[in-house]
């Protein structure tokens, strides 16, 4: 839980950019964070946002390295090039989106990742903000071997036909009938992206084929409430979700009740 770290424990971590095996067999760049010392640690699959592969990520990285997960980022807009985060994720939204399909096989290469490191238990979950958000419940729905997953504030699980597209040919929430994980929700009532009327119908999907599941819903929070480099952070919703986080993953991928 934060900062409930003892004081007279150890704590190292070692932090740096890898590649691994992602969709087709592509060889892409990740951001990697793991606590140091002999394990077993659980793992945790961080998919970025819309704003892109950004220092954002890599700071949320660091912070599951410190509480005793390793953490993988993978870049899924690798195959756009390389320059500034925003420069590259702008070239993602003009060229229709990474595809699902793309993004889902970026995840099946991070699992076998970080399932294959000898300090490794062998529980991973999986967790976005944003897009992430929408990619992290269609993991959850898709991925075969993941003990948890987390969606925050992601948009487009409700998609009406006409924002079907060939990058994103299925809305997430056909899926749920294949949710093998229990799933965790973050949103923000003052959202647009997606709409409390949305989170709405997502919950009663889920309910109906008695998935497990918990949302949580934060008054005076919007989309992005834990980007503290922008307008929207609310520090205090912010955190109590990150407590809600690390006890979902404390149970899920730790074991303890």
Known sequence: MWNQLQTDAYSG???ETVTMQGYGGDRIRAYYARPLGAGPFPGVILISHMPGWDEMNWEISRRFAQHGYATICPNIYERFGHGQPGEISAKAREGGGVPDDCVMGDCEGALQYLTSQPYASGRVGIIGMCSGGRHAFLAGCRVKGLHAAVD????RVIMA????????????????ADLSCPLLGIFGNDDKFPTPEQVDQHEEVLKKLGKDYEFHRYDGAGHGFWSHDREGYRPVQAMDSWEKVFAFYDKHLYGRA
């Open 13 to 15: 971590m070692m932090a």
């Open 161 to 176: 036909k006409d924002d079907l597209s060939p990058a994103n040919p299925v809305a997430p929430i056909d899926y749920a």
């Open 152 to 155: 925050c504030w992601g948009g």
